[in-house]
């Protein structure tokens, strides 16, 4: 990959939709993961206003650090990027509270799971329509086309994806040629909505490689017979979450009314 014409790509494609819809500059939520780090790097090089959301539930303080020093060292290094800080966790309880209750099962802690990131969407578009800007998506091609790895109308409810079509090795690549913090290249890739350190290799039974891996070999028509061993589980696991996330990836059907009975 020619990084650094990616990189030009990507902040010149931001930029010139940004300035044909009149709009005036960014928001994007941070997590202290490499793909928020990067989606606001690449915002604020488009020169015009990015504002960084950081939106701690329950955070692990590993996480919050990152994302505090990524915001910093932008802040640093462009002067059209501002911050601001909104913790979550009352507003995250007291929606729980106002529920019925329901005994504990992964069902309901996936459930809630999917509702911090609903509630950080909902604060990101608060703050796109007080300032006039964009919400910026942060998922990669792997998460957002190959295995569906986010929260439909959470992670997934944005205006614009600058990183959508590079695999989670490339987004590695570009955030070491942006400068994003070494703690962040370093840290494992992680959702943020369990309230722990849980990786999304835990969560999914694979790494990104592995997946990134498995995307392309299902784009040649391979299937699970075609491998063994470890490469036949990847694919198994790939070909799971492909074929249950098709309802993320595929436009909302509508129930089209034959016009005859119009």
């Known amino acids: 990959m020619q990084t650094e014409k990616v990189i030009d790509h990507i902040v010149t494609w931001l930029k010139t939709y940004a300035t044909n819809a009149n709009i005036k500059g960014f928001v994007v939520g941070i997590s202290g993961g490499i793909d928020s780090a990067v989606t606001s790097s690449l915002c604020a090089k488009t020169g015009l206003r990015v504002l960084c959301v950081e939106m701690p539930i329950h955070q692990p303080e590993s996480h919050v650090t990152r994302a505090q020093d990524h915001i910093a060292q932008l802040k640093k290094r462009f002067a059209n990027v501002s911050d601001v800080r909104v913790d979550l966790t009352e507003t995250f309880e007291t929606f729980k509270a106002t529920l019925p209750v329901a005994d504990v099962n992964p069902t309901l802690e996936l ?152």
Request: proline share 4%.
């Open 111 to 262: 459930s809630l799971a999917n509702t911090r990131a609903r509630l950080r969407m909902s604060t990101l578009y608060y703050f796109a329509g007080l300032h006039g800007y964009l919400v910026a998506g942060t998922g990669n091609k792997v998460e957002d086309f190959g295995v569906g790895f986010y929260t439909k109308y959470g992670d997934g409810g944005v205006d614009l994806s600058p990183i959508a079509d590079l695999m989670k090795s490339e987004v590695y690549a570009i955030a070491k040629e942006l400068g994003v913090p070494e703690s962040i290249q370093v840290a494992k890739p992680t959702d943020g909505l369990w309230g722990d350190d849980r990786s999304d290799e835990d969560q999914i039974g694979a790494t990104y490689d592995e997946l990134e891996w498995a995307m392309l070999e299902d784009e040649k028509g391979k299937n699970a017979a075609d491998f063994e061993d470890r490469q036949q589980k990847v694919f198994t696991i790939y070909k799971s979450y492909n074929n249950a996330n098709k309802h993320k990836m595929k436009p909302i059907p509508v129930c089209e009314i034959p016009a005859e009975f119009k």
